[in-house]
């Protein structure tokens, strides 16, 4: 039984076909890398397990099959327990860094999405029974004793961590995370690395799509490596460094 299955899924633009027949399993606790060069089809794919994307065929099944996530809403397969982050930042740069937390966890809960600005004694109320607060939620993510200050002004770094932050808020069984660590020094990628193992620790699977391999190698348990819409392998990091066609597809491109 699996968390996360998806049996043949294809999508079509026009004449590109950004999706072919891909199928994966995602179990519980487990990080899976999703690499492949770019225009492979990697945001695509996480564009139609969280439904932003609607697929041409093919299922996608979630929680040991129980439920069927092609063709439900985005907020529904959000209330279902998938999550994410962008590979663009989409942080509200003038709310506090509390209040684009607070989105996350309103996303989630009875009260609205209107009404997280409005902070009415019953939002806070929710807040305590879904995570254990907006601030214990910052002490997890390393934005401690920052709820108060503007997301604008946070370094890129913690503007990026803050994003994760909000996708756990409506606490995910699956958080995906599309390229969390571009951008970013390698100490800032260690330490976000540290972070997505912490997540996984807390009972959370996590599917990343990361171009790095310093950081896919070590953190995940299985890759899943993509070229032209297609899945041409999967398995274990070290099996993946040796597999030729991923070499030629995507490794070799880093020299
Ligand atoms: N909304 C869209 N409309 C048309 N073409 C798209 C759209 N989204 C992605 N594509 C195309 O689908 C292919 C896969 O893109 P994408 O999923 O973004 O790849 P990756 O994330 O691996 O770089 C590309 O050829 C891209 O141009
Ligand atoms: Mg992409």
Avoid: W
């Amino acid at each position: 039984m699996a968390l996360l299955e998806v049996r043949s899924v294809s999508k079509r633009f026009g004449g590109v076909a950004a999706l072919r027949q891909v199928s994966v399993l995602l179990e519980k606790d487990e990080i899976v890398g999703l690499i492949g060069p770019n225009g492979a089809g990697k945001t695509s794919f996480f564009n139609s397990l969280t439904g932003l994307l609607s697929i041409d065929s093919g299922e996608i099944r979630f929680a040991d099959s129980s439920l069927r996530l092609d063709g439900l809403s985005p907020d529904k397969i959000l209330e279902a327990g998938v999550s994410r982050t962008f590979q663009n930042l989409r942080v509200f740069k003038n709310m506090t860094v509390c209040e684009n937390v607070a989105i996350g966890f309103h996303a989630r809960t009875k009260a609205g999405l209107l009404d997280a600005f409005l902070r009415t004694s019953r939002h806070r109320d929710e807040e305590q029974v879904v995570f254990g607060g907006s601030a214990a939620l910052l002490e997890f993510i390393g934005l401690g004793g920052r709820g108060n200050e503007i997301a604008g002004s946070l370094p890129y770094g913690s503007q990026k961590r803050l994003e994760i932050a909000r996708a756990l808020a409506s606490k995910p069984r699956l958080l995906l995370l599309d390229e969390p660590v571009a951008g970013m020094n390698p100490r800032e990628k260690e330490e976000i690395s540290a972070l997505i193992r912490k997540i996984r620790d807390k009972g959370v699977a996590v599917f990343i799509i990361e171009h790095d391999m310093r950081v896919v190698m070590p953190l995940c348990d299985k890759v899943i490596v993509m070229d032209e819409g297609e899945k041409i392998a999967e398995g274990k990091p070290d099996q993946i460094q040796k597999n030729p066609r991923v070499i030629q597809a995507y490794l070799g491109e880093l020299d």
